[in-house]
């Protein structure tokens, strides 16, 4: 069974860094593509970042783009979200999600798996 779990949000304020984790069991990492998606309140759930299936070559979202970094540890199965100079705009729940495609899908219906989701929050 497929299990993700996320850690490390919280209350900063803007121009603060943040690193989000997310642990996940149960299949071989290196064989799903994994990314990280958030929600903004009153909106859809969006790609931030990823890892297409077996790639080390990271993918970005224009709005994030140049402020976060993703890694993966293939040896701990974790995803690191690292997030500097954050924006208020960037306050929502962020989630972890597993996808056994290879293909990096911006649609968050297509992924499989996902984590609880963690709240960040970015004051003014």
């Known amino acids: 069974q497929v299990q993700v779990v996320e850690s490390g949000g919280g209350l900063v304020q803007a121009g603060d860094s943040l690193r989000l984790s997310c642990k996940v069991s149960g299949y071989t990492f290196t064989t799903y593509s994994v990314a990280w998606f958030r929600r903004v309140q009153g909106k859809e759930r969006e790609f931030v970042a990823g890892f297409s299936k077996g790639s080390e070559v990271p993918y970005y979202e224009d709005f994030v783009r140049g402020r976060v970094t993703i890694s993966r540890n293939n040896a701990k199965n974790t995803i690191t979200l690292q997030m500097d100079n954050l924006k208020p705009e960037d306050t929502a729940i962020y989630y972890c999600?597993?996808?056994?495609?290879?293909?990096?899908?911006?649609?968050?219906?297509?992924?499989?798996?996902w984590g609880q989701g963690t709240l960040v929050t970015v004051s003014s």
């Open positions: 999600a597993v996808r056994q495609g290879v293909r990096l899908e911006m649609n968050a219906t297509l992924w499989d798996y």
